[in-house]
């Protein structure tokens, strides 16, 4: 049986690829050869940047000298008047009054005990004042009445009195008296004779009282000198405590110095944050915030030098006083990633005489300290 030939369709040749083992050798290493190069760039630039003068490692651009690093101990800070800036306020008891005068202005100069605002409670609490006074003098009066005694037209009324007890008893006497006789002869009653008894008998009573009152006014008795003086000391307690009253309704400053700011006006309320801020800037400081690990470097009397940005000044001064208290970071730089929990604590710079005048007006302003530890303390 004759086989029969299958015709199968055209199939376009494909011609083999022949690579030498030469070229797949190169072909595999060339991405390692890009490699290595990428990785000696990356290396060469690191070393350029950590070699090449004027520049610092991981930092902005610098000189070609070595940058200087500051002696002594950097701190953020600020300025303030000696003792601190103040805010004085109405005494205890004064809520919810009103400012009706204030007396002063920003930039006044005031001192310790001075009058800077009256509270609207003064006119009130001025007529309590004056009806206290005006009882304290009553029991005064009364106290210095009952030591001097009775009143002299009291006694010389009194003792008219006893004069005409004294009087109708010794008529009473002489009738009974006469009755009498006249009943032995038998010219009167036994009746008569008891009637004039009993008028005598109640005479006498009668100047028997008279006499006692007369004592009884002209005695002091040493219990109505002490209700007397109870009631002035009673009166004396209630006028302290008007006097008082009255006197909380003028705010007085406890310190001398300067206003540096008004908080509250005429009209309105006095609240817990005072009616005016105050302090002693004829004394300036800078109140530096020195990180807790940097503390045991600084101290008292050792000089710092203070600069303020806000009007370019490079002041003195002198370390006065360390708080002892760790607190949290409150003055910060621009740096975005400073630590804000970081702990420090406040140290007292007093500025220079000759500084000082230079920044009286900049309370609270930023300033830039650097303390001399290399030195010790002055």
Known sequence: MATSAVMHPTRPRVAARYDSPHTRSERRSRPRHWLWLALALALGGAAYLGLAPG?????????????????????????????????VAPG?????????????????????GQVIAVLDTHLRRQAAAQEAKAKKAVAAAKLEQTQAGPKPDDV?????????SEAELHAAERDLRRVSLLLRRDASTRQELEDQALKVSQSRESLNRS?????????????????AQAELTQAEASMAVAQAELEATEVRSPIGGRVLRILVRPGEHVGEKGIIEAGNTDVMQAVAEVYEEDIGKVRIGQWARVKVPTIGADLSGEVVRKDLVVSRK???????????????????IRLASDDGPKVAGLSNARAEVVIDTTGGAK
């Open 55 to 87: 520049r610092s490692a991981g930092g902005p651009p610098t000189s070609g000298k070595r940058q200087q690093r500051p002696i002594g101990v950097s701190a953020l800070g600020r300025l303030a008047p000696a003792g601190e800036v103040i805010a």
């Open 92 to 112: 205890s008891g004064s809520d919810g009054a009103r400012v009706d005068r204030l007396l002063v202005a920003v930039g006044d100069r005031i001192i310790p």
């Open 156 to 164: 010389r009324a009194q003792q008219a009195q006893v004069g005409r």
């Open 211 to 227: 006499v006692a009152q007369l004592a009884a006014i002209k005695s002091i008795r040493p219990a109505d000198i002490h209700v």
């Open 330 to 348: 409150v003055i910060f730089n621009n740096d975005p990633v400073a630590d804000i929990d970081a702990r420090v604590v406040e140290v007292h």
